[in-house]
């Protein structure tokens, strides 16, 4: 007779495992500790085989017998459906592994090596509530460009454009993890820079796409002023110092055998030190044999004993086409710097705001310290220009974390 609800609910255990028979081979095995497992007997190339279809009541009398016919539609076909299902979980275990999910994770127990707790978590918090719900168990070679834009689209229609773009970048770095381990080959995200409307803000217009700073790196070279302002003008994106602090700079202040910059913050009054790189050493040593018997690094082309004017720089933008109302201003180099260094390079927050001269609290409780992290900032400057040499070349960048 074939099973009934109430058969099956009713059945007591025995001193030795039961069979409860329904038909077409489909058997409930009552154990002698009382569980209750769903069993299909057939037969495949004149072997008899079992296949496991479940556990009750998880698996219902009506859901089991209905895998019973999927099983016996495989076997008519000349499928052996045990063999089947052991391809299906090797085809899930894979598609798991190289899940979205699964390589962001990767991702992000590499990078909690070099953040801030605060920053990973930020960043994991982006992934769990606006990228893991839609792609999350998407096999990361499938996902296309399409698809994360629906993600970015989500946020950016709650009023969260900021979050929107900063969660493009950390997906394209999950894509960038995946592409050095081998499981994708293209970063989708890629595709999608500029497909958000930039955010609005307050800030100095700035440039932040590592393209288009690569195309105006390359725009210096045609600037047609004076030598101490076209090295000025090479020097702000490098050392993204205050407009004022660089157009003010003088070489008491510069020690190009140590490669430092050291003066005080005028709007704080306080002591700033900035590492130089080789290559703004290189460019001061070749300035130095013009303006090196003067005070002033970058003297006024009128009267040398006063610095250049304090527009000289976004007059120079504005020579070469870019607007310093929407584009980028001579205060807008801080911005980028900020922006690719954290982003791309990913350099850690509070190295990137000492160098930076925010005022940030430190165990003492001082809000500036000229010589913390140090070697990072040296470290951090030296990766800065030579990432800005290769963005001028037009060279493909390899992200730091693939460098690693």
């Known amino acids: 007779m074939p099973l009934t609800d109430t058969a099956i609910r009713n059945a007591k255990p025995a001193d030795k495992p039961r069979k409860l028979f329904d038909a077409g081979g489909l058997f409930l095995l009552l154990t002698v500790a009382g569980q209750r497992y769903w069993r299909l007997k057939y037969r495949f190339a004149g072997k008899e085989k079992l296949l496991a279809l479940g556990v009750y009541p998880e698996v219902s009398l009506a859901a089991a017998r209905k895998r019973r016919e999927e099983a016996r539609e495989k076997l008519a076909a000349g499928i052996d459906p045990g063999e089947a299902k052991k391809a299906d979980a090797r085809a899930a275990r894979i598609a798991a592994a190289n899940s979205f999910e699964a390589v962001a994770n990767g991702w992000m127990e590499e990078r909690q090596s070099y953040v801030e707790p605060a920053q990973y978590e930020k960043t994991l918090a982006r992934f769990k509530n606006d990228a893991l719900p839609w792609l999350g168990k998407r096999p990361i070679s499938e996902i ?44 989708p995200a890629a595709d999608l820079i500029g497909a958000i409307p930039p955010s609005q803000t307050k800030h100095f217009a700035s440039i932040t796409e590592p393209i288009k700073v690569g195309e105006m790196l390359r725009a210096f070279d045609g600037f047609s002023g004076t030598f101490p302002v076209l090295c000025a003008l090479r020097l702000a994106p490098m050392l993204f110092v205050r407009p004022g602090e660089l157009r003010q700079a003088e070489w008491s202040e510069i020690d190009l055998d140590r490669g430092e910059w050291r003066y005080l913050v005028t709007k704080t009054d306080t002591p700033h030190l900035v590492p130089l790189a080789r290559q ?125």
């Not at 773009?165 to 970063?187: A, N, Q």
């Open 280 to 404: 703004a050493v290189a460019i001061l040593r070749e300035l130095h044999e013009l303006t090196g018997n003067g005070q002033y690094v970058f003297p006024g082309a009128r009267d040398r004993k006063r610095p250049m004017s304090e527009a000289a720089i976004n007059a120079a933008l504005r020579r070469l086409g870019y607007d310093t109302r929407t584009e980028i201003t001579g205060h807008g180099f801080r911005a980028m710097a900020r922006t690719i260094l954290h982003e791309e390079l990913e350099q850690k927050p509070e190295v990137i705001e000492h160098q930076l001269a925010h005022a940030v609290p430190d165990a003492l409780g001082g809000a500036y310290n000229r010589t913390r992290f140090i070697k990072d900032r040296r470290a951090m400057m030296q990766i800065w220009a030579d990432y800005l040499d290769r963005l001028k070349a037009g060279a493909k960048v390899i992200p730091l974390t693939a460098a690693r």
């Open 144 to 187: 296309d460009a399409p698809e994360i834009l629906d993600v970015l689209k989500r946020v950016d229609s709650r009023g969260a454009r900021f979050t929107a773009h900063r969660l493009r970048g950390e997906i394209s770095r999950v894509f960038r993890f995946g592409i050095k381990h081998g499981f994708c080959r293209h970063d």
